[in-house]
């Protein structure tokens, strides 16, 4: 009898031990297998630039980050969406948004934030020349979205080869955030030629028009 005491206290051991064992490989962090998504990697900005230089010093990933701030900011404004789900689709936290685009959104009663009509965050914007894609600075919300206008006249002009909506910034004044005149090519040939260069291509045109 007293053997089989021993060994059923034996087999009660073996299971502790295999349980312990279990638990600690359940802790232990997993290695990320090669060829799967990493999580984005949190990066805070040290400072919100508000004019070009400010801009151009930051670090492309910087860069980035601000960039798709602008275009959540952008997207509540035209669009009348949420915060949580204008931030969702262009990947940053809304408290984000919050933390650096905090002067063009306004905070209701209900605790919820909605964009304000107009801002002056700085937005770098891709704009056509006779020398094909240039960036430009503007620190005007409705600046930008012209600008956004624009470029959908373009691209309307190079599919169907309607100037219909491209007249109207013959007499439109832009200035960038240095108050100079933004120079908007809408000569038909230029941008023809352009087009079939394959410049002027719907992704270059959006990339960072916000």
Request: glycine share 4%; charged share 35%.
């Amino acid at each position: 009898m007293k053997k089989l005491k021993l060994r059923k206290k034996s087999a009660k051991s073996v299971s502790n031990k295999r349980t312990v064992l279990k638990t600690a490989k359940a802790k232990q962090p997993q290695s990320r297998k090669a060829g799967s998504p990493s999580k984005p990697r949190r990066l805070k900005l040290r400072r919100i630039p508000r004019t070009p230089p400010q801009y151009f010093a930051m670090s492309e990933a910087a860069q980035e980050k601000w960039n798709r701030v602008a275009h959540v900011v952008a997207k509540m404004r035209s669009e009348r969406v949420s915060l949580t789900q204008a931030a969702k689709e262009f990947a940053v936290r809304p408290r984000t948004v919050v933390e650096l685009g905090g002067s063009a959104l306004r905070k209701r009663k209900n605790g919820k934030y909605v964009a304000k009509a107009n801002d002056r965050l700085l937005r770098i914007l891709v704009i056509t020349s006779p020398e094909g894609l240039k960036e430009v600075a503007v620190r005007d919300s409705r600046t930008a979205s012209e600008i956004a206008v624009y470029s959908d006249a373009v691209q309307k002009y190079l599919r169907t080869g309607d100037m219909s909506k491209l007249r109207k910034f013959r007499r439109l004044r832009l200035t960038d955030a240095d108050g100079k005149r933004i120079k908007l090519l809408i000569d038909p040939a230029e941008l023809s030629r352009l087009g079939s260069a394959g410049v002027l291509s719907f992704e270059s045109l959006y990339a960072r028009v916000a």
